[in-house]
Every structure is written in structure tokens, then in C-alpha cells.
């Protein structure tokens, strides 16, 4: 295991290249198991997530050949239908190879992936949507099996729940209905750049997709998809993270580049009004401090709302901005882990009911704390980086399963941090 040991109080100064979206390459490497023909991928970042997801296609039968940032993946028979639990509980995001295996094989078994630090992420609306489609599913052993005896046949689905729209689980129903039998609608579909990069994606290998990015997507099934090659996406949050960074500790200011800022306008929004100068380029965004910082109230909801996976990154920005903000998560209420933490560098938060009330103290110290979820500790190095003194940070494991070399990139901007064995 390792941690970080952040200096805090560098100025960061100079630009950094956003990496590849890992939210994005997830559900794009699985969508390679519908192709006996390769698939070429490039810009999949270097972290631990997207690492499982190569084991777990590797598991399945797939040749996997990786080479800086570019993974050619080739799965001309599929070996077995199941991805097992050792490796699913390693991520989450494991569950949409359940669309895909369906898909080619009319069956899948994954490991129920459990319990959540960020709360509790049930996939009843993925298995609402497959079974639209035909299969049966059942809870066995802790794996759910799935099978479309008879093939699967084109619905109309309706993937709302009662948190919106599910990320996952629309990639998980396009995945299985590209190679249905005829016409699948998909209602309350997910609009999110990284569903409508899946789209891209699928509809590169030969599969008929319209309507992706809206909350209705129409999918005509064909009989086969063939290989493909294909860019990543940017990865939003990680450029989010970084603007974040440039808010609290810009010298002057720091530019993120190769980023899609269209993707990221609900935080640069709100960045200006807390009065941080930001401006958009093509393909790049700048940031800076603000002179006269102010509070904010922020909600999360699905995109283009305000992404739930920014708001630990803004209690960290709250915590030293003076007055009082209020960040409410409605997508993962519980997803507060971090305020425990940062309390313990002197911040002033209370949280109740998926709500964050923070008061900006003039400053955060120095303290040992643990990283608990892959944005909750992005969150404590931002906090780390203007607090008084040497923060610790341990478990930064987490940091790694979703951050292509977070320490170095911050480096490279001038902060101060080592990575030591913990
Ligand atoms: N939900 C259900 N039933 C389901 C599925 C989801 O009730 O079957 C609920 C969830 O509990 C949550 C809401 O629906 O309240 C939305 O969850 P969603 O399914 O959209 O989340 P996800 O697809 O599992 C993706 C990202 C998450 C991100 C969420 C929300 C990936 C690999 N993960 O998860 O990213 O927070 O969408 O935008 O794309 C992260 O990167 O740190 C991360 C957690």
C-alpha cells in the first residue's frame, strides 16, 4: 500500500493534459466482447479500473495487447459467460459485460458486486431492462445468472428509476439490444457524454443506434458487428478535479488541456459564480483563483446537471470559501465520506440527509487522513494542497483506480507531493 504526503501551500502554475474518459472506456472495452473481429481503443487511461475491466475480458476469452493508451482487444470466442465475484468486487463497474455476454452468448453469470462505500447501488433497473429483453434472471450463490433461452427480442424499456436515469444500466440495455432481434426504444435513457461515446462506439462496429444523449434512444438490432477503432473521450471529471485544483491554488492560473469543455459547463457555471475567472478555449479551459471568493449552493443531478462525482471535489473548494455553501447530493446521498476527513483538517462541515452544509474556515491544517472512494480522495488532495503543513494520505489505492497519475500531473504544476509506502 502506498500514501500520499502532500506539502500544502505551492502556487500551481502551467497547463496538464486531461487523460482519456475511465468512465467512458468501461462499458466501450466490454462492448468489445460483441465482435469476434479487433477493436483498437485508444486513449483508455492507465488505472486500476480500466486494468480489472482487461482482466475480466481476458477471463472471458479476449486477447488483450496494451500499449501507451491504446488497447487492441480481439475476442473471437468467447471462452465462459461468467465474471467472478473476485473480480468483480474489485469494481462496480464489472456489471455492464453482463449486455454484452447476453448479447453473444444468450447467457451471463456476474457476481452481485455488493456494497458500496458511496452507498447502495442496487442493479435492479439493469436487470429490469435485460429482462425487457427477453432473459431470466436469477439470484444464485451471490451471482446473478442470466438467460435468454430464446434469444433476445427488441422492446420498448423504460430505464427510469427513482434517481433518474441509470448510467450503467442504459449502456448494459444498448449493449444487449444492438444484436436483438428487431427494435428496442429505450425510455429515461441516461444522457451522459460517456453513454453517448458507448453509442459512438457501437455504432462504428456496424450497430444501428439513434437518439444517444437524449432520454430516448432507438436501437434497430443486426445480426453481427464487426471491429472498429475508436478515441476515448476526455475524461470530464478528471478535468474537473484539476479545474477544482486551479480554484484553490492557482497562482495565476492553469490551463487544463484536451478537454471537451461542452462536457464540463454545469462546473465552469458554478466556478464563476463563486467568482473564479475561467475561461474556455477550444479544447481547453483556464482557471484561476478568485479574488473576492464566494459560497454556493449546488445540487448534483444527471447530466447536463451538476455531476455527483464533482461534489467532494467542491466541499473541499467550500471548506476555505468564505460563508456559508450548501452541496446536496440526490444521486448518492451517502456519498459523504469525505467531510469526516476533512473535518479532521479543521474544516466545518456538517452533513445530514445528503446534505453538506459547509462554513469556509480561512484555513485547513495538516492532518493524517484516509482516502475512502475514488473522488472522495481526489477531494482530500485538494484539500491538502493550501492546508498549513504535510497532509498524509493514506489508501491511495482508491485515487489510483480512477486518476492516471493524479501525483505527478499535480507535480507538474508545481505542488508538493510524494508517494511513499505506506
Ligand atoms: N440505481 C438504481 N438501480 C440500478 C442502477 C442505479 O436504483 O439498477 C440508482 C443508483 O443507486 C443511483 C442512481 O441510480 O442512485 C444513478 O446510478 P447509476 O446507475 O447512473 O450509476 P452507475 O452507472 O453505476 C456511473 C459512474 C459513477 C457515477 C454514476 C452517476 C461509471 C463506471 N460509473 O455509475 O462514477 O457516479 O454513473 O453519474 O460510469 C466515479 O467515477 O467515481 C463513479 C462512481
Given amino acids: 500500500m502506498e500514501k500520499f504526503i502532500v506539502h500544502g501551500g505551492s502556487p500551481l502554475s502551467g497547463s496538464v493534459n486531461i487523460s482519456g474518459s475511465k468512465n467512458a472506456s468501461l462499458p466501450i472495452l466490454a462492448a468489445t466482447l460483441l465482435t469476434r473481429e479487433t477493436c483498437v481503443v485508444r486513449r ?5 479500473d480500466t486494468n480489472y475491466m482487461l482482466q475480466i475480458l481476458q477471463n472471458l476469452g479476449a486477447e488483450v495487447e496494451r500499449a501507451s493508451g491504446t488497447v487492441v482487444i480481439r475476442c473471437e470466442k468467447l471462452r465462459s459467460h461468467e465474471a467472478p465475484y ?39 433497473l439493469h436487470l429490469r431492462g ?23 427480442e427488441g422492446r420498448e424499456i423504460d430505464m427510469s428509476g427513482k434517481h433518474g436515469a441509470t448510467v450503467l444500466g442504459t449502456d448494459n440495455v444498448m449493449m444487449a439490444a444492438v444484436l436483438a432481434k428487431g427494435a428496442t426504444v429505450i425510455t429515461g435513457a441516461a444522457c451522459e457524454p460517456e453513454v453517448v461515446d458507448l453509442a459512438e462506439f457501437l455504432i462504428s462496429m456496424g450497430a444501428k443506434i439513434s437518439g444517444a444523449g437524449t432520454p430516448r434512444i432507438e436501437i434497430e438490432g443486426v445480426a453481427e458487428l464487426g471491429g472498429v477503432e475508436h478515441t476515448v473521450i476526455p475524461d470530464r471529471i478528471e478535468a474537473g478535479t484539476f479545474l477544482v485544483a486551479g480554484a484553490m491554488a492557482a497562482k495565476e492560473r492553469i490551463t487544463v488541456k484536451r478537454v471537451e469543455p461542452r462536457h464540463i459547463e454545469s462546473l465552469v457555471d458554478l466556478l464563476r459564480r463563486c467568482g473564479c475567472p475561467v475561461e474556455v478555449g477550444d479544447g481547453s479551459i483556464s482557471v484561476g483563483r478568485a479574488e473576492n471568493p464566494v459560497g454556493a449552493n449546488v445540487t448534483t443531478d444527471p447530466y447536463p446537471g451538476f455531476p455527483t462525482d464533482m461534489q467532494a471535489q467542491m466541499c473541499a473548494l467550500f471548506a476555505t470559501t468564505p460563508g456559508t455553501s450548501v452541496v446536496r447530493d440526490t444521486i448518492f446521498p451517502q456519498r459523504f465520506m469525505h467531510a469526516s476527513e476533512m473535518k479532521r483538517m479543521g474544516a466545518d462541515i456538517q452533513v445530514e440527509d445528503g446534505t453538506a452544509v459547509i462554513r469556509g474556515v480561512e484555513q485547513l491544517s495538516a492532518a493524517p487522513v484516509m482516502a475512502s472512494d475514488l473522488r472522495a480522495s481526489a477531494a482530500l488532495v485538494l484539500a491538502a494542497l493550501n492546508a498549513k503543513g504535510a497532509t498524509e494520505i493514506s489508501r491511495v489505492y482508491h485515487i489510483d483506480r480512477g486518476y492516471e497519475n493524479i501525483d505527478d500531473k499535480l507535480i507538474q504544476l508545481g505542488a508538493e507531493i510524494e508517494r511513499v509506502p505506506a
Avoid: T
Avoid at 111 to 117: D, I, Q, T, Y
Avoid at 135 to 147: D, M, Q, T
Fill in 44 to 48: 483508455v487511461p492507465d488505472v486500476s
Fill in 86 to 124: 473476485d473480480l468483480v468486487r474489485k469494481m462496480r463497474a464489472s456489471v455492464c459485460v453482463m449486455g454484452p455476454l447476453l448479447a453473444r452468448h444468450n447467457r451471463a453469470d456476474v457476481s452481485l458486486p455488493g456494497g458500496c462505500v458511496i452507498g447502495d447501488r442496487p442493479i435492479d
Fill in 130 to 152: 435485460l429482462e425487457g429483453l427477453g432473459a431470466e434472471a436469477r439470484v444464485e450463490g451471490g451471482n446473478v445468472r442470466l438467460e435468454a433461452r430464446y434469444g433476445l
